[in-house]
């Protein structure tokens, strides 16, 4: 199993500029998040999905979407992106209704210029 | 909006010492997981507490989740330089489970 993998690992865009990074799991949990990690601020949920076809919002959801159509995808899209969305983005996944472990991905450095 | 506070933020100890973190909210949580992250990686879970006063060790490691379920502690029996990185607590709440992440506590343990 190769577990949670983010593509791309490193991105710079320019303010206003569209993009959406990747995330993919293999372990068939029904469970998905994006969280971004900035310094001094721990990891702050985006969204979150729950199973395929149903998204909700989390802590800090502005400026970011996300779909649902696979159990293994759930990409996150910046729409118009902005200098206040640099930042380290992580996805995570987790089997629901078994283990509580959360597996993370490695990780998505963005720098908005 | 939950808020998980970790102390101290940054810790620097010579292998061999002894340290503790601290995690503490003024909200309950259904189970609290502590988290190591090391540079260029995502978080690794490292242990969930689930019971109010419920300890558990993890070879050198021992975490405590409070009675009241709103903070827990991390101590570290001899710390070694494979101990460094940055620990994260994460309190777990609603029907989601999902989690509210504290702010980190870095740790540098040297030779």
């Known amino acids: 199993n190769a577990g949670v993998t983010q593509t791309p690992k490193f991105q710079v865009l320019k303010t206003g500029q569209s993009m959406t990074l990747q995330c993919a799991q293999d372990m068939n949990h029904e469970y998905m998040s994006w969280y971004r990690q900035d310094p001094g601020m721990g990891l702050r949920l985006i969204h979150y999905?729950?199973?395929?076809?149903?998204?909700d919002q989390g802590e800090v959801p502005n400026g970011y979407n996300v779909s649902r159509s696979t159990t293994e995808d759930f990409p996150l899209r910046l729409l118009s992106a902005a200098p206040s969305q640099t930042s380290v983005y992580f996805c995570?996944?987790?089997?629901?209704?078994?283990?509580?472990?959360?597996?993370f991905g490695p990780g998505t450095r963005l720098t908005v210029l | 909006t939950q808020l998980l506070e970790q102390s101290p933020q940054f810790l620097s100890i010579q292998e061999g010492e002894n340290l503790t973190v601290y995690c503490n909210s003024s909200?309950?949580?259904?189970?609290l997981q502590w988290y190591r992250q090391e540079p260029g990686e995502g978080p690794v879970l490292l242990v969930t507490v689930v019971t109010g006063g419920e300890v558990k060790k993890l070879k050198r490691l021992t975490f405590q989740f409070g009675d009241a379920r709103k903070d827990s502690s991390l101590h570290i029996t001899a710390a070694q330089p494979g101990d460094t990185g940055l620990y994260l607590c994460a309190g777990a709440s609603g029907t989601a489970s999902k989690l509210t992440f504290g702010t980190g506590t870095r740790l540098q343990v040297t030779l």
């Open positions: 909200s309950v949580f259904s189970s």
């Open positions: 995570a996944s987790r089997d629901i209704s078994g283990s509580d472990t959360q597996y």
């Open positions: 999905s729950v199973g395929a076809g149903i998204t």
